[in-house]
């Protein structure tokens, strides 16, 4: 009999909280001002980044490649903020566009990598079974100024796309494109019509539940953690969502 030996699954439950912290809320936002998709299209710029670092020889999770991937990342941002000012209409087909524009880049650096594709699947499905305990210090600080930023200064304007690439940017190295989607968009559109706290702290219910679910799942039956996170978030928030639709009526 299996049995789950939290020595492991312990740090990535606790990256699961920390990315948690910042993408119910984002994704809130997200869903409220109707762009769906700028989540993977930074995601994947991110990646982009990472992927140049990685070609270059940079060392993976050090300070070079960290700095590849946010700029990658906030000039990303920049771009999709363009989009917004100067051409609102066509602003979620241009999203979509960079997403793939980035998704093709990578494919054409990863080409000429004998372990291209190998890392490539790594950033678009997470390494959260293989989190270390440095990585979470910093996660956990990045994380900490992006709240204080969110609270005290706002996010109108450029700022929201700042402060999303800088969230994005940490987490998808840890948790991948797959579940940086997932942990933004599916528990946001489960509370889309609570109140802001009552909402937020249900979406941080949602969450939880599905990382934690999903790690023991991945543990006993030696499955991929990142792919069963995504699917008990969306089995848990569904009904969830459903549930709660109801109720407000």
Known sequence: ????????????????LLVLSTHVLLGREVLRRGIIF???????????GVLLAQQLGWPEGGWETQAAALT???????????????WPREQEALIGISFVLAASGGLLISASN????????????????????????WMAGL?????????????????????FSLAVTASVQV???????????????AIRKLPRYKGLVTGYVI?????????VISSLYDLPAGPVVVWLLALIAVPGGVFLARHLR
Do not use: K
């Open 207 to 215: 969450g939880v539940l599905a990382y934690g679910g999903g790690l």
């Open 143 to 163: 994380y900490a100024l992006i709240l204080l930023l969110w609270n005290l200064m706002g996010y109108q304007g450029r700022r929201f796309y700042v402060l």
């Open 38 to 48: 700028i989540d993977l299209a930074i995601a994947q710029i991110a990646v982009l």
């Open 175 to 189: 948790v991948g494109v797959y579940l940086v989607f997932a942990s933004l968009i599916i528990p946001a559109l």
């Open 114 to 137: 004998p372990h291209g594709a190998e890392h490539l699947q790594e950033l678009l499905t997470g390494q959260l079974l293989w989190v270390r305990w440095s990585q979470l210090q």
């Open 1 to 16: 009999m299996n049995i789950v030996d939290w020595s492991i699954i312990g740090p990535p439950f606790l990256a699961g």
């Open 72 to 86: 990658a990342a906030l000039g990303g941002a920049l771009l999709l903020y363009s989009f917004e000012r100067f």
